[in-house]
């Protein structure tokens, strides 16, 4: 039933910055975890960011440092701001809300590529 717009995917050199965008149809942030997560050639999908309905965030390791998960109530929008990218950065990243409960409820976005080439 919820919709995730993604945007902001793209092509950049090695040292560049990308933010991605993630905008649900609904306002699902108070119950929510929203999360961006990639899938790279050959590779299995992979968590890189997630921040939970009360703020708390979590990166994978190789990402730390490097990229920004943030949201913005007022524009019902999740961030994703990627700085130093590097080639293995390069993926389809997809944005993901999730509700933990008796049954699970979780959405998932389009997907976005990027791609961190010279």
């Known amino acids: 039933q919820v919709q995730l717009v993604e945007s902001g995917g793209g092509l950049v050199q090695p040292g560049g910055s990308l933010r991605l965008s993630c905008a649900p149809s609904a306002r699902i942030f108070s119950i929510f975890t929203m999360g961006w997560y990639r899938q790279a050639p050959g590779k299995e999908r992979e968590l890189v960011a997630e921040i939970t309905s009360a703020g708390s965030t979590n990166y994978v390791d190789s990402v730390k440092g490097r990229f920004t998960i943030s949201k913005d109530n007022a524009k019902n929008t999740v961030y994703l701001q990627m700085n130093s990218l590097k080639p293995e950065d390069t993926a389809v990243y997809y944005c993901?809300?999730?509700?933990?409960?008796?049954?699970?409820?979780?959405?998932w976005g389009q997907g976005t590529q990027v791609t961190v080439s010279s």
């Open positions: 993901n809300a999730k509700r933990m409960g008796v049954i699970q409820t979780e959405y």
